[in-house]
């Protein structure tokens, strides 16, 4: 191997090395700059998870709160329901206590009606 073929070889060497090295940083640029991306699309998605779980918080609170409300709403409507209903079965027994007294006094008169005729 005579002196120009070792620098022909070693030129080719160094050049292949070069392209070698020149091909692995613009795939290493590639994924790099897909990283970047990808990263700020989880800082993204994470900023939005984030604000999803304080408005779910944010929901179940109210939720909770609305709950207690209609429930405590509707205890009061049941006990209005039973003072109501305890309202009329009291009329409605004043009421017949009433009627049998009319037909009661009804049947007396009609007695002593029967005793001044007779």
Known sequence: ??????????????????????????????????????????????????????????LAAQLAETDSRLTARLREKEAELEATMDGLRQARQNALDWQAAYQDLEARQAAAGSEQQG
């Open 1 to 58: 191997m005579t002196r120009s073929e070792l620098m022909l070889i070693m030129a080719l060497a160094l050049f292949g090395a070069f392209c070698l090295g020149w091909l692995c940083r613009w795939i290493f640029g590639a994924m790099a700059r897909a990283g970047t991306n990808n990263v700020a699309t989880l800082h993204t998605m994470n900023t939005q998870i984030e604000q999803a779980e304080a408005a779910h918080s944010d």
